[in-house]
């Protein structure tokens, strides 16, 4: 039951601090994009840099990377966005790999808890040399409650996994939208046709 207390614990704060962290993102992300998306396309670029720099978001960060870059033409902004994305797609992924390790090892330490009770209970059957039903079912009862347990902590965690993967999902979605429109807006800036020369005296 120690280590299933110390699971319970850890996913308790992974929760809480995963799902405050991606509220904040999320409502920073939202912000941004409404400013950002204008800017970008009404051609206002630099500006669209200065609104990224003020945030801390992921897709301030991606859409400032290639911004950077918008000088050196579409590819190299499409490059920089896309090595910056996995960058960033790294950070809003942490701590899900602890929280899908403890919805997996909770109910399997509860088994095993469970099978550890058993073997104890037949033990002491073994000893007493008669099968009393007290005893028997005294002990499967203690046996079961670390599978209940295990459960009880896998269920919640694994719910709050698929949900933080989901959000995540939500926020790629519209970091990608952004990128591209804003690859498509220096695609019409690159290929637009350059003002006619003055005529000569």
């Known amino acids: 039951m120690w280590p299933l207390l ?6 308790l704060l992974l929760i809480v601090w995963k799902l405050s962290s991606l509220m904040s993102t999320s409502s920073k992300t939202r912000s941004l994009l409404e400013d950002v998306d204008g800017l970008i396309s009404n051609h206002r670029l630099e500006e669209a840099k200065a609104r990224c720099r003020e945030s801390d978001t992921p897709v301030a960060n991606i859409l400032l990377a290639g911004l950077d870059k918008h000088d050196q033409g579409t590819e190299r902004v499409m490059t920089a966005i896309e090595n910056e994305g996995m960058i960033q797609m790294s950070r809003l992924e942490s701590g899900l790999v602890w929280l899908a390790t403890i919805a997996n090892v909770a109910p399997l ?11 104890i209970a037949f033990g002491a059957i073994e000893l007493a040399g008669e099968v009393d039903a007290t005893l ?66």
Do not use: C, W
Request: no cysteine; net charge negative; charged share 10%.
């Open 136 to 201: 028997v079912a005294g002990g499967i009862k203690v046996a079961l409650i670390t599978t209940a347990t295990g459960l009880a902590i896998a269920i919640p965690v694994n719910i709050a996994h698929n949900y933080f993967v989901s959000k995540i999902d939500g926020l790629v979605i519209d970091m990608e939208e952004t990128s591209q429109n804003l690859i498509e807006t220096l695609h019409e800036i690159e290929h637009a046709p350059s003002p006619a020369a003055p005529p000569r005296a």
């Open 109 to 119: 330490l509860g088994f095993l808890g469970t099978v550890a009770g058993m073997i």
């Open 6 to 11: 110390a699971l319970a614990i850890i996913g």
